[in-house]
């Protein structure tokens, strides 16, 4: 069963800052694994979808990296800026759920706080 | 920009009544999804639904539970008997294929007393 682990669950950070967030996933067996930002009391915004054919996938000041055979990515934002903080969740799409073609599987989050 | 769009925003309901949760996917996509979060918790899926029928559902998806596309555009979901722990945020979803990146709703707040 695919279990999802985000590192740090809480990160507070001065504006300008570059930063990482962490993912890693025990089933390396994935279609594509999705970032997303939630801000409080509010839905998921897509951020980047990455393929796990690709390694890289970019969208204006975040990039997020994919390592399906260590069950890891990574989400990196460039010069934060307050309106970034929100909370962060990265979702693998197992092959593997049921034996049917599966669906996004959450991580609990980090939360980003960024400071002005 | 397209976007899925759920109704009501907040919903309270008392335990033991049925509720139906709304939701219109963006007009092209064919893959449609329940999610619920729990205050607190993760993100969990309920089920996915594709060429009018059930792809997929957790263990959570109980006999209480159902979905139906009543037309080409409404994707609902029904909880026949409400309890206290289906009290959640639930977030509809759709993709325009199985592999591409969905895309959520801003959800619904069921509070059930």
């Known amino acids: 069963k695919q279990e999802v682990t985000q590192i740090p669950a809480a990160l507070s950070v001065p504006e300008g800052e570059n930063l990482v967030l962490n993912c890693s996933f025990t089933d390396s067996a994935i279609y594509n694994l999705q970032w997303f930002r939630q801000d409080p009391g509010k839905g998921l915004t897509s951020l980047l979808l990455?393929?796990?054919?690709?390694r890289e996938q970019t969208s204006g000041r975040l990039n997020a990296s994919l390592d399906k055979s260590s069950g890891r990515s990574t989400l990196y934002i460039a010069a934060s800026q307050p309106g970034d903080s929100a909370t962060y969740l990265c979702a693998p799409k197992p092959m593997n759920y049921g034996g049917s073609q599966g669906n996004l599987i959450f991580g609990k989050g980090t939360k980003l706080s960024v400071k002005p | 920009e397209p976007e899925v769009t759920q109704t009501p925003s907040h919903q309270v309901t008392q335990m033991g009544q049925e509720v139906i949760l709304r939701c219109v996917p963006i007009?092209?996509?064919?893959?449609f999804y329940w999610y619920r979060q729990i205050l607190g918790q993760k993100v969990e899926f309920l089920v996915s639904?594709?060429?009018?029928?059930?792809?997929?559902k957790s263990e959570i998806f109980d006999d209480q539970f159902s979905v139906e596309r009543p037309d080409g555009s409404n994707f609902t979901l029904k909880i026949r008997s409400t309890k206290l722990e289906d009290s959640a945020m639930y977030f509809c979803?759709?993709?325009?294929?199985?592999?591409?990146?969905?895309?959520f709703g801003q959800g619904t707040r069921l509070t059930v007393v």
């Open positions: 007009s092209n996509h064919l893959y």
């Open positions: 979803a759709s993709s325009e294929g199985e592999f591409s990146e969905a895309f």
């Open positions: 639904f594709y060429n009018n029928e059930i792809s997929e």
């Open positions: 990455i393929q796990s054919s690709q």
